[in-house]
Each structure stands twice: as C-alpha cells, then as structure tokens.
C-alpha cells in the first residue's frame, strides 16, 4: 500500500490489489480519517448496486472508494450524495470532450453505452455518519479487453481515441465531488438538480422500463425532484416519485 496526497484534504491510499474498494473501507473505517481515498489498481470483485458485479483491467481502469462526512449534511440531502458523484464524473468527462449523459441513479452513459458506475452506501458509528461513495471508471481498457458486449459499454480511451493518466482522472473526480458535497451542505441540491435534468439519460422515444415492486413497468422519466428522486409519468398524467 502507497499513501499520496490528492488536495484539499483527500489523500490516497492505493493497493495493488483489493476485493473491492468498497468493502475494504466499510471494514477498516475507523482506520481512516474523512476524505480517504480507496484505490485498488486490480479490484477482484467490485460491487454495483444490488451486488452486481464490476469489472476493470488491472491497471487501466479506475476503481475507488471515498469516505465522505455527512456530519453537517442534512438527512434528506444524503441521497443527493450519489447525484453529486454523477455529476463529479460528468463534468470530468466533458473537459474531456466526451459527452456523458446520467442514467438515475448511479449509471454514466455514453450514447446508451455505460462508462462508470457508482455505488453509495451510507453507515452511522458511534453517532457519526459517513457515506463510502464506491466509483469505477473505465479509463484506459477497450471494450475488446473488458470482454462485454460493445454495445453495452464504452470506455474514455474508446471514446476520446487518446490514453489518460489514472491519477490525475481520479484527483479530478476526487475534488469536483468535494467541491459539490460542500455545496449540498451550503446552498442545497438546487444547482446541482438543474445541472442533473439537464444530463439525464432519456431514451429515444421518451419511455424507459423501471422495476417498481419487483414488476417492469414502462414509464416515461420527467426529471428529478428537489429530494433528487425520480419524477415518473406513467400515463394519463400518473406523476410518482421513485426513490
């Protein structure tokens, strides 16, 4: 294990291996203080939501976990965490020339073809809460090598035909993220939701397939509300909210 300092408070601790970034920092947390960074360069096992699995080529892609303090972030705003991560890579991948769209709640896609995945999961100790924020991004890999579908994912390399230095990827995500977690803190989700609609993933015809209650239900995705949860039309003017 290295230790290398990010900025603005975040510092790195990279392993040549891990199971997973995440699962690490959940299990060691009180090893590490606020803002520590998990990077594993070979992640075995990553997680996605629902414990699906996420692959990466050693060494090539990104797969990192953040500690985030939400001592100061007001309950109802600790979903917006989540939104704030998408937008953090979003934002990256536009200086980048690469035109992302987010797909709620966790998923960074590219003309349809998913790029990074983000997992959020919240944890309370000894009267502190903290979020581990679990981001993989695929970096320098090709789809050849991730050995999926190409229409399914993408990667930067792919996208931008040029290599990216890991690090300075991952330290731009880091700052962008805490720049925007302090802004949830400060003036709340409302910019940041504007900028959300406004990157949200639609599909062509305007109607997307969501599981609500175990059942896949066609809907047509409006946007997101002030608590960031998704705003659903399905049908005859049905509005709901999805959390």
């Known amino acids: 294990m290295t230790v290398w300092p990010v900025g603005e408070g975040i510092v790195e601790y990279r392993f040549d291996r891990l199971f997973s970034s995440s699962t690490f920092l959940k299990e060691h947390?009180?090893?590490?203080?606020?803002?520590?960074?998990?990077?594993?360069?070979?992640?075995?096992?990553?997680?996605?939501?629902?414990?699906?699995?996420?692959?990466?080529?050693?060494?090539?892609?990104?797969?990192?976990?953040?500690?985030?303090p939400l001592d100061n972030i007001p309950l109802a705003s600790w979903g917006n965490i989540t939104q704030a991560a998408a937008l953090a890579v979003a934002?990256?991948?536009d200086k980048c020339?690469?035109?992302?769209?987010?797909?709620?709640p966790n998923d960074i896609l590219i003309d349809g073809a998913k790029i990074c995945g983000i997992l959020c999961e919240s944890m309370t100790i000894d009267d502190r809460s903290w979020a581990i924020v679990g981001?993989?991004?695929?970096?320098?890999?090709?789809v050849e090598e991730l050995n999926v579908a190409s229409s399914q994912v993408t990667t930067m390399l792919d996208e931008s035909q040029n290599e990216h230095e890991i690090f300075d990827v991952m330290k731009a995500v880091a700052l962008c993220l805490k720049k925007l977690v302090e802004e949830l803190r400060d003036d709340g989700f409302g910019r940041m939701r504007n900028l959300y609609n406004s990157l949200l993933y639609k599909c062509e015809s305007g109607i997307q397939t969501v599981v609500i209650g175990g059942i896949e239900v066609p809907v047509k995705v409006i946007g997101l509300s002030d608590s960031g949860r998704?705003?659903?039309?399905?049908?005859?003017g049905r509005v709901e909210e999805i959390y």
């Open 97 to 104: 020339d690469i035109n992302a769209q987010i797909k709620w």
């Open 135 to 142: 981001i993989g991004l695929n970096v320098n890999s090709t």
């Open 91 to 93: 934002e990256h991948l």
């Open 29 to 68: 947390l009180a090893e590490y203080e606020p803002w520590s960074l998990i990077r594993a360069v070979d992640q075995t096992a990553g997680r996605g939501r629902f414990d699906r699995l996420w692959n990466m080529v050693a060494g090539k892609d990104l797969a990192f976990s953040i500690l985030v």
């Open 230 to 236: 998704l705003l659903i039309d399905r049908g005859a």
